[in-house]
C-alpha cells in the first residue's frame, strides 16, 4: 500500500478507512536491512511521515505471524473481525 504523496513509500498491508498500516520486519535474526543503522534511520523516517498523516502502524515479524500475536493485534487494532477480511 502506497500511503505517502511524493515518497515510494510502501507498508505490506493496510486498511486506509482505518487508518491502519503492517509492516512485515524481515531479517530480524539474520541481520536484515531492518537492523542496519542506515536501514533503522530509513525505517524511522518511513514511520514517522506515515504517522504525521495519521497512519497508525502496526510493526510485526514473522515469529509474530506465526504465533498469532500479529492477528490479534490487528483485530485489536480494528475493534473488529470483519474488518480483516478487506486488506489493500
Same mark, same amino acid.
Request: glycine share 12%; charged share 25%.
Given at each position: 500500500?502506497?500511503?505517502?504523496? #511524493?515518497? #515510494?513509500?510502501?507498508?505490506? !498491508?493496510?486498511?486506509? @478507512?482505518?487508518? !491502519? @498500516? +503492517? =509492516? &512485515? =520486519? %524481515?531479517?530480524?535474526?539474520?541481520?536484515?536491512?531492518?537492523?542496519?543503522?542506515? %536501514?533503522?534511520?530509513? /525505517?524511522? =523516517? #518511513?514511520?514517522?511521515? @506515515?504517522?504525521?498523516?495519521?497512519?497508525? +502502524?502496526?510493526? &510485526?515479524? %514473522?515469529?509474530?505471524? /506465526?504465533?498469532?500475536?500479529?492477528?490479534?493485534?490487528?483485530?485489536?487494532?480494528? %475493534?473488529?473481525?470483519?474488518? !480483516? @477480511?478487506?486488506?489493500?
Amino acid at each position: 500500500y502506497k500511503f505517502h504523496p #511524493k515518497r #515510494k513509500w510502501r507498508f505490506d !498491508l493496510a486498511w486506509p @478507512a482505518y487508518m !491502519l @498500516a +503492517v =509492516e &512485515v =520486519e %524481515g531479517g530480524v535474526w539474520r541481520g536484515g536491512r531492518h537492523t542496519s543503522g542506515k %536501514g533503522f534511520t530509513a /525505517d524511522c =523516517e #518511513k514511520l514517522n511521515e @506515515a504517522i504525521i498523516l495519521g497512519l497508525r +502502524v502496526l510493526r &510485526v515479524t %514473522g515469529d509474530q505471524i /506465526d504465533d498469532g500475536s500479529a492477528i490479534d493485534w490487528l483485530r485489536r487494532a480494528l %475493534g473488529r473481525q470483519g474488518a !480483516l @477480511a478487506a486488506p489493500w
